[in-house]
């Protein structure tokens, strides 16, 4: 069993910055697929930032350039570095985990080849 646990969100203006975290325990074998999602009321839960066991990364357009994705193996901990946020960044964040290979890359299909999510940390951006 993993469990995946996210940390770091909270409330900052416009332009700011901020850092989640998400540490997965239990161990997650490779190959795997490491994925940022979001979601607001009523929308459907949507994958900003993927990353492969590989280390392959893939952004949805929303995020590119702005948002990075990274891992430390050694920590087994998941980051998205969240710089220049706008208020349509606020929402609910979630780290999900999905074992195989093979579709690790921003889409709808993602939130469906997840075997492990974390409970979600709030983001909330200011104008």
């Known amino acids: 069993q993993v469990d995946l646990v996210e940390s770091g969100g909270g409330s900052v203006q416009a332009g700011g910055s901020l850092r989640l975290s998400c540490a997965a325990s239990g161990g997650i074998s490779r190959p795997y697929c490491m994925v940022w999602f979001r979601q607001t009321p009523g929308k459907e839960r949507e994958a900003v930032a993927a990353i492969d066991s590989d280390g392959s990364l893939n952004y949805d357009n929303s995020v590119r350039g702005r948002f990075t994705i990274s891992q430390n193996n050694a920590k087994n901990t998941l980051y998205l570095q969240m710089n220049s946020l706008k208020p349509e960044d606020t929402a609910m964040y979630y780290c999900?985990?999905?074992?195989?290979?093979?579709?690790?890359?921003?889409?709808?299909?993602?939130?469906?080849?997840?075997?492990?999510w974390g409970k979600g940390t709030l983001v909330t951006i200011s104008s």
């Open positions: 999900g985990a999905g074992l195989g290979a093979g579709y690790c890359y921003t889409g709808d299909h993602l939130r469906h080849n997840m075997d492990y």
